[in-house]
């Protein structure tokens, strides 16, 4: 395989920043849409609950039911091409978001979100597999820390737009959905610039039953420390961000008293705070890979959680609104988030075996989605225990921890390189 020899600051990167970030804005402004669509249907907050979660877990399906196929689909031509095939893709599932909408029919909006997440799940693996092998490592942190900082804005633009074509086109959603199909047709051209990536040298053959693939991926993942760090550093990010996308907004108005666009801002908070640690990334990792960020960000992540239960109490004990430190916490939990989920994607990119990346990061992603999923057993247990959102953010920030200790234990010599990471610069 030829060397990697894309730079951070030419048109081809450009282009691939412009593209993955039209599609997560597709992803979370259509998801947003039909969630404003179906929950104006219900009555009462324990079915928006439910509902929300519901299709949360319809979205998350496809990218474990499909994620072996699509790290093969990705081994077996240049990623480039995967690219650009997923985004001609996404017009097509776009255009029949356009005619279930126009068809009143929410099962038809629903099949069509599946097919949403279907077109991401092998879009997912031919993205960061081709940062694996087009972009030198030492440059490797900062182009994901591009990633996610452009992913992040994707999110709080779509978290907008969502919500703004329904209120626009209530009775006119197929209309509205072509602004979809418009964002779509951009990342479809945006991707035809992006740099051909490397040959396929050895195509593996397909594989229909994704059991033995599993297993193998498994097993190639705990062979190597470092990797089975960054696939753990995947389930719990995933299985924390799931959680705090519901529960923060509950926090704002259960303790904080803050509805609306001044409870978004809250949210909003945190992802900026994501963004800033993508950034801080880039810095800390001094043009390395450097794995030992990892619990560093997953530490950060942790404490800024918990510290939410915390400043949630006056003097006497009981719930009190503490606005300056509740953002600073939830601000601190973004900043180690950010640090966390850009290094675990730069590992598993850089520890990859040459000519399998797509496989073994389409199994990253697969732990990740296995993490929304127990996210919702988490949610409907902090529930259950009759937990307030000061008492549930105490209890996912000590869970974070806990998964912190796990992966320090999957790799202990991550100890030693911390020192490294905040030694004096010389």
């Not at 997560?24 to 439910?50: C, H, P, V, Y």
């Not at 998350?60 to 196929?69: K, N």
């Not at 390189?417 to 010389?426: E, S």
Request: hydrophobic share 55%.
């Amino acid at each position: 395989m030829s060397s990697p020899t894309l730079e951070l600051k030419t048109p081809g990167f450009r282009a691939y920043l412009i593209t993955q970030f039209l599609g997560a804005l597709n992803d979370n402004a259509f998801k947003l849409t039909i969630i404003s669509m179906i929950l104006a249907t219900t009555a009462t907050a324990s079915e928006e609950g439910r509902l929300s979660r519901d299709l949360q877990w319809l979205f998350a399906a496809p990218f474990m039911l499909f994620a072996t196929w699509a790290g093969r689909v990705a081994d077996r031509h240049r990623k480039s091409s995967v690219m650009l095939a997923s985004k001609v893709a996404e017009v097509g599932v776009m255009l029949a978001a356009a005619a279930a909408f126009a068809s009143g029919s929410p099962p038809m909006v629903l099949v069509v979100l599946g097919l949403m997440s279907v077109q991401s799940t092998f879009f997912g693996p031919a993205k960061y597999g081709y940062l694996g092998e087009c972009v030198d490592a030492r440059q490797l942190t900062a182009a994901n820390g591009w990633v996610s900082l452009t992913t992040i804005l994707a999110i709080i633009l779509g978290s907008l737009v969502g919500p703004w074509v329904y209120q626009t086109f209530p009775e006119r959603l197929g209309l509205g959905a072509l602004i979809y199909v418009g964002i779509a047709l951009v990342g479809t051209w945006t991707a035809r610039s992006i740099p051909a990536a490397p040959a396929v040298q050895d195509p593996p053959p397909l594989a229909f039953n994704p059991l033995p693939e599993l297993r193998a991926m498994g097993r190639g993942v705990l062979a190597d420390r470092a990797l089975a760090l960054a696939v753990a550093g995947s389930f719990h990010f995933f299985l924390v961000g799931a959680v705090l996308q519901v529960d923060l907004l509950a926090y704002a108005e259960e303790v904080l008293g803050l509805t609306g666009p001044a409870g978004g801002a809250f949210f909003a908070t945190s992802a900026i705070g994501i963004g800033a640690g993508s950034m801080l990334a880039q810095r800390l990792a001094r043009r390395t890979v450097e794995p030992a960020l990892i619990p560093v960000g997953a530490l950060g992540l942790s404490v800024g959680i918990a510290a939410l239960a915390l400043v949630a109490r006056d003097a006497t004990g009981a719930v009190a609104p503490a606005y300056v430190p509740a953002f600073a916490m939830v601000a601190l939990s973004g900043l180690g988030g950010g640090v966390f989920i850009v290094t675990v994607n730069a590992v598993a990119q850089h520890r990859a075996p040459a000519g399998a990346k797509g496989r073994f990061l389409a199994f990253n992603n697969f732990m990740g989605f296995a993490g929304v999923f127990a996210a919702g057993l988490v949610t409907w247990l902090t529930r259950e225990a009759g937990l307030g959102a000061p008492g549930r953010a105490l209890a996912v920030g000590v869970l974070s921890a806990l998964l912190t200790l796990v992966g320090l234990a999957i790799y202990p010599a991550v100890l030693g390189r911390m020192r490294a990471v905040f030694a004096p610069r010389g």
